[in-house]
């Protein structure tokens, strides 16, 4: 009778049809609580669902059966890894290791928690095994990758994410990870912007309450300062653009001088928008980077903002530029940098970009916008140093 329901139940598993190959599985485990196969590929539905808890406790009632699969043990660590039990995981993978010396992804995963960890050195002695096994394991090339940039070996790890490539040249994360390293070497002209989404995505719960209290940021409140000074053609209804809008800290602060007009805010982050959303003052949330948006033909605006965003890049030749393409005649870009005393602009260690303010006046110059008006301000404080910075208004010509 189980040996029919388990046929029945592993070919509705292989079909995909994982709920009614578990409530099968589970007829068996109540017939025969030792069945080792039961236990086992239930415990794999159960990952396929990402119901970890439940996967740990069939993985194991198979391990007690027989504990000389290594498939079983490897995936016991994936449940425990993913419930924040790094250190069980990697004594799991251990015992499947034990099991099959040459096995390769579980070495590899044996290194991904291992850098989790923090235990550097055990990883790349890890990873440095599974290549051996391997030369051209693509995924162990990206992790090894991955345990160079951990350790600031930046050169080093742009060689193993090339090596992957050379595998996998459209492998995503080996060029993600690849962009991120060429930032860290100061040698990319911004912030990738994936790595920018993943940064404010993961910010977004406490970004205010962070930004207005514990950095004591105030950019959104100088923006407006700033602008309350400078002679604009009107001063309501406008066409308002808010880039890098975030929850909305700078729309919330430019609203009225949009009301009867338009605004608009612009961002990489989909939990950002969603955030700002919730304010009610958007006429609409655009998810995207803000440069190709600029550069692209639209609706113009009497007024763009740019508060806690361009400190995320260094070339800011394609954002004034932008900026003059979208601006009305006599329209304003407002907009905060931090400060670098010297020419040019640079990448700081906090991973964003300062700029001088001769580059700002020289940049938007060539880019044919005029220079207003700036102010010296402290625009948020870093590890309780205050963080110094700029202010800028820019004009289009009418």
């Given at each position: 009778m189980t040996e029919q329901l388990m046929q029945e139940a592993q070919a509705l598993h292989e079909s995909g049809q994982l709920d009614a190959a578990a409530e099968i599985y589970l007829k068996v485990i109540e017939a025969e609580p030792r069945q080792f196969l039961a236990q086992c590929s239930l415990g794999f539905v159960y990952m396929l669902q990402s119901r970890f808890a439940d996967a740990e406790k069939h993985l194991a009632a198979s391990i007690s059966v027989e504990p000389?699969?290594?498939?079983?043990?490897?995936?016991?660590?994936?449940?425990?890894?993913?419930?924040?039990?790094?250190?069980?995981?990697?004594?799991?993978?251990?015992?499947?290791?034990?099991?099959?010396?040459?096995?390769?992804?579980?070495?590899?995963?044996?290194?991904?928690?291992?850098?989790?960890?923090?235990?550097?050195?055990?990883?790349?002695?890890?990873?440095?095994?599974?290549?051996?096994?391997?030369?051209?394991?693509?995924?162990?090339?990206?992790?090894?990758?991955?345990?160079?940039?951990?350790?600031?070996?930046?050169?080093?790890?742009?060689?193993?994410?090339?090596?992957?490539?050379?595998?996998?040249?459209?492998?995503?994360?080996?060029?993600?990870?690849?962009?991120?390293?060429?930032?860290?070497?100061?040698?990319?002209?911004?912030?990738?912007?994936?790595?920018?989404?993943?940064l404010f995505d993961a910010f977004t719960d406490n970004y205010d309450r962070h930004m207005l209290e514990t950095l004591d940021y105030r950019a959104h409140l100088q923006l407006r300062d700033l602008a309350n000074k400078i002679p604009m053609d009107k001063k309501s209804a406008l066409s308002i653009l808010d880039l890098g809008s975030g929850t909305g800290l700078v729309g919330e602060t430019f609203k009225d001088l949009a009301h009867g007009g338009r605004l608009r805010g612009i961002d990489l982050s989909p939990l950002m928008n969603e955030e700002a959303k919730k304010r009610g003052i958007y006429d609409e949330l655009i998810l995207g980077d803000l440069e190709p948006y600029l550069a692209s033909p639209g609706l113009p605006y009497d007024l763009i903002l740019a508060a806690d965003t361009l400190i995320y890049l260094g070339d800011l030749a394609p954002t004034f530029g932008g900026a003059a393409q979208r601006l009305v005649p006599g329209g304003h870009f407002v907009f905060a940098v931090e400060a670098k005393g010297e020419e040019g602009w640079t990448k700081t260690d906090a991973n964003r970009f300062a700029h001088s303010l001769s580059y700002l006046r020289d940049e938007a110059k060539r880019q044919g916008l005029e220079f207003v008006e700036f102010s010296d301000q402290i625009l948020r404080t870093q590890d309780k140093i205050p963080v110094e910075g700029y202010v800028v208004a820019l004009r289009k010509p009418a």
């Open positions: 000389r699969i290594p498939d079983a043990w490897a995936q016991l660590s994936v449940a425990l890894h993913q419930q924040g039990r790094a250190q069980e995981a990697v004594s799991c993978l251990d015992r499947a290791i034990g099991l099959q010396p040459d096995n390769v992804e579980m070495l590899t995963n044996r290194a991904v928690i291992l850098l989790d960890l923090g235990c550097i050195e055990q990883a790349q002695a890890t990873i440095e095994t599974a290549l051996a096994f391997k030369p051209d394991f693509v995924h162990a090339h990206i992790i090894k990758g991955n345990v160079f940039a951990a350790q600031k070996n930046y050169e080093k790890a742009l060689m193993a994410y090339d090596a992957a490539l050379a595998g996998d040249p459209d492998n995503p994360v080996a060029r993600e990870n690849r962009e991120h390293t060429l930032f860290s070497l100061g040698r990319t002209p911004r912030c990738t912007p994936t790595y920018m989404r993943r």
